[in-house]
């Protein structure tokens, strides 16, 4: 968690932004986080990143046309310092993956002090809004990052035709109806880059959750009408995921580009509902294998099997990614399924 100075300080460096710049991670952890903050005053622009976790010099071109007088990064796991010297911005990064070391910014993370500390971003958004009207994001964003908040008895109360009663996380994640407001943040975030930014526009407009999942108003139809059709997608490929699964410890489901990538939620879904294994959900695209894996120390495992490998991937310790090049797809395959077998003798 941020201390109560840190919270005091971001609090001041946002109140006197004029034209904040957000980069956050295009996850539901990220877009999140990204609303609770801007929803603070509604000033400046986001930007997200979709297609990589490396906040990277290419992104400079950015800082320049939007101008910004400040920049906030939110739940992005690897910034350049080439990136962070050419933004020449006041400059703030607040995360939770493995602490990295760079100049020139002002980093917050609860694992530079705890290294086993496990705070999704928007839990820490949260400390510095404390909007009452954006509780549901906030409960929605740390839920998606498998974190169940130390809030959640008021979410209830507030919230209970989301969430009846407190239950343990896989519970209250896969088998309640918190289950659909998670996977919106995720989901409205699929399709046309068009679409994606409108629906992301029209969200922090939106007043609370029942005006999207009762369509109370012309925005709230907008979105609800856009999750059901991608959601409807989720579940034809989920239902496809599930018959992959065998006795074999390890669960591999392999589909193309040709359909709508919903590798983390297919992966968080698996793992939810067969503990025991280890999952691995890849995309074949652009000549590469686009993996979530997930399974207790699987980084470790994947870190093993990459071995010799042309791919990389990181992580926490029990839910990661990995880019593998497809002509050594079946390489990575068999050094993997070896030493999930070596942890089993």
């Excluded at 986080?33 to 976790?53: A, Q």
């Excluded at 407190?166 to 407001?181: E, H, I, R, Y």
């Excluded at 029209?202 to 999942?213: D, G, K, N, Q, Y």
Aim: with cysteine.
């Amino acid at each position: 968690m941020l201390t109560d100075k840190q919270v005091v300080f971001l609090r001041e460096e946002l109140a006197t932004a004029t034209n904040p710049l957000f980069f956050y991670d295009g996850d539901a952890d990220g877009l999140t986080s990204f609303l609770l903050l801007y929803r603070i005053h509604r000033e400046g622009k986001g930007v997200s990143l979709t297609t990589t976790s490396n906040l990277n010099e290419s992104f400079l071109r950015k800082v320049e046309e939007l101008n910004p007088d400040k920049i906030f990064i939110l739940d992005i796991p690897l910034v350049s310092q080439e990136f962070l010297d050419g933004a020449k911005r006041p400059t703030f990064w607040i995360d939770h993956h493995p602490p990295q070391d760079r100049k020139g910014v002002h980093y917050f993370n609860p694992r530079i002090v705890d290294p086993s500390a496990y705070i999704p971003t928007s839990r820490m958004a949260w400390q510095i809004s404390e909007r009452g009207e954006d509780l549901w994001i906030a409960a929605a964003g740390s839920l998606a990052d498998w974190h169940m908040p130390d809030f959640i008895d008021h979410f209830i109360e507030r919230y209970p035709q989301f969430l009846p009663e407190k239950s343990d996380l896989t519970t209250t994640v896969f088998k309640s109806p918190m289950g659909k407001l998670i996977k919106f943040f995720f989901f409205i975030q699929k399709g046309p880059t068009s679409e994606v930014r409108k629906s992301i526009k029209v969200l922090t407009r939106i007043t609370s959750p029942a005006e999207i999942f009762e369509e109370q108003s012309a925005a709230g139809k907008f979105l609800f009408r856009r999750f059901s059709l991608i959601n409807q997608k989720y579940e034809d490929v989920l239902l496809k995921a599930k018959k992959a699964v065998t006795r074999s410890k390890v669960i591999l489901y392999a589909y193309t580009e040709q359909e709508w990538s919903f590798t983390v939620n297919l992966a968080n879904e698996l793992i939810a509902l067969y503990p025991t294994k280890y999952v691995i959900i890849a995309r074949q695209k652009s000549g590469e294998m686009k993996c979530s894996l997930r399974g207790k120390n699987v980084l470790a495992v994947l870190q093993k099997a990459l071995l010799g490998i042309s791919g990389s991937g990181g992580g926490h310790d029990d839910a990661c990614g990995a880019v593998i090049k497809e002509e050594d797809w079946d390489t990575f395959f068999r050094n993997f399924k070896e030493v999930v077998q070596t942890l089993s003798e």
